[in-house]
Structure formats: structure tokens, C-alpha cells
């Protein structure tokens, strides 16, 4: 059995929970936009967590809530390959190539370079920059970059997508290769019938098997992202490789949706903050929002708590030219917030670290500030949570705890706004410091 799962879960305001077991080969998942295909596959990755559930691949148990398995992303040996590539763009084709077979442990590496190589037909592309490649070029050594990897299985988030019809043909020759030479377990999210008629082994119709979804205003506020994306957001290269190197790093996905970095830079422009405290890089997108926006004479001091974090997001900022602009410190914010006392204050601060110390942070925002300061504080709402009194989570409390202690200090100014979107229902608080005369 290549795939036997049996997994529910709560993502934003819709619920998701999807059951089914599949034979060996490439299972398609197949359904109607929103019902939560991309989402499963997040869940088998390991980058969703299923509030409940199972899942087993290749009858290796990689989640089981009542036996409190979670293996963790990296862990989980598993190759995903995305619409667009994301490829790393400061690197060349055999960079990005080394940089799965790096990261994989020797026990891990079950298949070699030149055979990778060979098998995808792209030795004449190895010293190519990926801007120069085509899509289905890029696919091609997207699909080496994950083998190399150590994957086990691969996930599939409609890969052809985006190609003419010569490079789809061209690609799913490739992945027939893949399921038939290689016998690998494929799980391949699409919405096309002609091209799961030519690769599935097993379909899924996630609207007849999956009953149990029900799908609400959550795929509208998605789709009204990527309409306003579209609309005001060029694409961006850096950004998406940043993207990119998180998802292969098995960081959690919760880096600033691209309309959200960009209501970053604006607020840093309209300030005119060149001095930027960031509570919590983790990867270090919204950094990237924030040290762009501040420019060549601004500078970004950013505090992550989590080494390996810390470590994938000095790479992003790196690849994104912006390692003059920015001070990334590794500890817990509580231990590196003191060595900041005394310099010079910060023109804007952005909080979004663990929750449960959201008030210590906003008592240190506020003294590392000056009038006119702006603070802003991430993920206020948890999908209504806040309101919840009697929670009994500490994220929750965190967030309320900080909220009243921003109401009741008189020399703040601010407000809340609920948000959603492709982060769901949430919301941030923004305030400005002001000056207070003397009693």
C-alpha cells in the first residue's frame, strides 16, 4: 500500500477531514477548487498538522494522534514539487541539484547524482541559471532537486500547470518514468482530466470519497489574495525562493502571506522607520518585507529563538542581497531583548514570536521605542479565539493579556483588525507611541 490515509482538521474556518487508501503507483487526487487537495498534501508533508488521525506511507507511519506519533517534516523523506518550480534563483541548476543531496543524510541518499542527472535529461542544464530555463526545464530539475533529497514519495501540487502543452507532454513523460522505473508512491493534486487520464494509477474524487468536507468562505478569501496578489504584488523571485527553502527545511508555514508583507512595507514606508525591530524571523520572509522597504540606509534587527530557523532564514536574506541591512540574533527574544537596552530606539517594531510571551514582548517594544514609534503584533484574532475567555490555551491568553495591557497604557494609541485570507481568520493590532507630558 502506497498511501493510507485518515486525517481531519480545522483550517481556518473550514473543516477538512479526508479518508482513503490507495495500491502502489501515482494516486491522483482529483475535485473541485477549495476542497482541500493542496491541504492534504500539506498534512502528508508534515506541514499541516491534522488536529486527528493517521497517516501511513509506504507502511511507514508518519502521524498518529492517538499514538502521539508526529515524525517530523524533514524526517518524513518526502519530495514536493510545486506548481512553479522554486527553484533557488541565486544558485545554478547543479547548486540547487546539491542542495537536496546536502541536506540528506548518507543513509538517505538512495539515488545518485549522474543517475539523476541522466534519468531527467538535464546534464546540458547544470551550469544554467534557473531565469534561463524553461518551465518545463525548471520542473525537470525541481523534480531532481527533490530525488536527491532522499525523498521516499513524492507530493505533486499540479506540477503541469503552469506549462504550453510541448512541456507538459515533455514532464509527464518524466513522471511516468518516475512511477514506472523508479517505483515511487505519487501523490499528484490536479484538476485536469486529460492529464490524470495519462498518469493516474488510482484517482481519488475527493467530492464523491471525501464527503465529510465542507468547504465555507475560506477558498473565496484564498482566491481573493491571489486576485489582489496578482493585482499590486509583481512576481519575485527571492521571495519565492525563500518560500521555497522553508517548505524544504520543514519550517512551519507561517511566514506572512505576500499581501501582508507588502502592508509591512508600506507601514515601514509611510513611517519612514529605518531602525526595524522583528520579534520571531523564522525563515525570514517578512524580514525581507521589512529590510527592503527600510532601504540601503535602514536596518533590520530580527530575533529567532530557533538555530535551524535562524539558519535557513540568513540564507534567504543572503540570497535576497539584504545581509548589510540586517543584525539577526539566535536565542530566545527574552535573553536578547536586554542587550538591545541603550542603543538607540527603534522607529518600528513588529511582533510575531510564541504568543505566550506576546506582553513581555510588547513591555520590551516599549521601552526600546520613542514617540512615534509604530508596534505591530501579528496574529491577534486565532480564528476568534480571542475572544474566548476561558481558553485554555496559552497562545490565546498571551494574545489577550497583551491586548489589555496595550488598552491600558496610556502612551499608546492603537487599534485591532480581524483579517482573513489565505492565512485564515486572523487579524494584527498596530500601535503608535506618543508622547505623554509629564504629571
Known sequence: MSFDIDIS???GSFDLAAQFSTGPGLTALFGTSGIGKTSILDMVAGITRPDRGRIVVA?????????????????????????????FVHRRVRANLLYGWKRAAPTDRWIGFD??????????????????????????????RALLSGARFLLMDEPLASLDGPRKR??????????????????????????????????????????????TAAASWAAV???????????????????????AAGLPAHDVAPNQGKLLALLVQMSGAKRILEIGTLGGVSTIWLA????????????????????????????????????LRVGAALDTLPMLAGAAPFDLVFIDADKPNNPA???????????????????????????????????????????????????????????????????????????????
Open 59 to 87: 507502511d511507514r507511519v508518519l502521524f498518529d494522534s492517538a499514538a502521539g506519533i508526529d515524525v517530523p517534516p524533514e524526517a518524513r523523506h518526502a519530495g514536493y514539487v510545486f506548481q512553479d518550480g522554486r527553484l
Open 115 to 144: 543517475e539523476v542527472v541522466e534519468l531527467l535529461g538535464i546534464g546540458h542544464l547544470l551550469d544554467r541559471w534557473p531565469a534561463t530555463l524553461s518551465g518545463g526545464e525548471a520542473q525537470r530539475v525541481a523534480i531532481g
Open 292 to 327: 527592503r522597504a527600510a532601504g540601503a540606509e535602514g536596518t533590520v534587527v530580527t530575533l529567532e529563538a530557533d538555530a535551524r530557523h535562524a539558519e535557513v532564514a540568513r540564507a534567504n536574506i543572503a540570497a535576497a542581497g539584504l545581509v548589510d541591512r540586517v543584525d
Open 170 to 215: 515533455e514532464i509527464i513523460e518524466v513522471i511516468v518514468r518516475l512511477r514506472d522505473e523508479l517505483k515511487l508512491p505519487i501523490l499528484y493534486v490536479s484538476h485536469d482530466e486529460a492529464e490524470v487520464a495519462a498518469l493516474a494509477t488510482q484517482r481519488i474524487d475527493l467530492d464523491a470519497v471525501v464527503p465529510r468536507v465542507e468547504v
Open 9 to 11: 482538521a480545522r483550517l
Open 225 to 247: 489574495d491571489d486576485y489582489f496578489a496578482a493585482q499590486f504584488l509583481p512576481l519575485d523571485a527571492a521571495l519565492d525562493a525563500a518560500l521555497a527553502a522553508n517548505a
Open 361 to 439: 514582548y510588547l513591555r520590551w517594544a516599549l521601552q526600546l521605542s520613542r514617540p512615534g514609534t509604530v508596534i505591530i503584533a501579528d496574529n491577534v484574532v486565532r480564528d476568534g479565539a480571542v475572544i474566548d475567555a476561558a481558553s485554555a490555551d496559552a497562545r490565546v491568553h498571551g494574545v489577550r493579556d497583551m491586548l489589555a495591557l496595550i488598552a491600558a497604557e496610556p502612551r499608546l494609541d492603537a487599534t485591532a483588525l480581524q483579517t482573513v485570507g489565505s492565512k485564515g481568520w486572523d487579524g494584527f493590532a498596530i500601535a503608535i507611541v506618543k508622547a505623554v507630558p509629564a504629571a
